[in-house]
C-alpha cells in the first residue's frame, strides 16, 4: 500500500512563498513521474508543473519562472517551491505521482491543499 500526504498549503499575502510537499509512504523502489495540479475555485484542474523520471521539468506559462518543482528520492517526497504568489494562483493543489513499488508502477494522488493568496 502506497499513502500519499500533502502539506504546507495556507494563506499567503501577493508576493510571498509557499513549499508544498508530497510525501510517500509504503514499499516504494523509485519516484518516476510527478505532477503538480492544481483547482482554482469554479474552475476546471489544470496541470502546472511536471518532473519525469530523468528529472526534466516542464511548467505551465502562468507559473514559469516562479514556481519550482524538485523531489528528494532518500525521503520519497516531492515539493512545490512557489515565489512571487499572485492572487489569481489561489485554488487546491495536488500532487499525482507515479511510483514503482511492490504492487508495480502506479499513479497516487494527493489529497489536495488550499492554497489562498490574499491581502
Known sequence: Q??????????VQPGGS??????LSGSIFRIDAVG?????????????A????????????PVKGR????????KNTVYLQMNSLKPEDTAVYSCNV???STLGSS???GQGTQVTVSS
Open 2 to 11: 502506497v499513502q500519499v500526504v500533502e502539506s504546507g498549503g495556507g494563506l
Open 107 to 109: 499513479g497516487y494522488w
Open 36 to 48: 503538480w495540479y492544481r483547482q482554482p475555485p469554479g474552475k476546471q484542474r489544470e496541470l502546472v
Open 67 to 74: 514556481f519550482t518543482i524538485s523531489r528528494d528520492n532518500a
Open 50 to 61: 511536471g518532473m519525469n523520471s530523468g528529472g526534466s521539468t516542464d511548467y505551465a506559462d
Open 98 to 100: 507515479r511510483v514503482m
Open 18 to 23: 509557499l513549499r508544498l510537499s508530497c510525501t
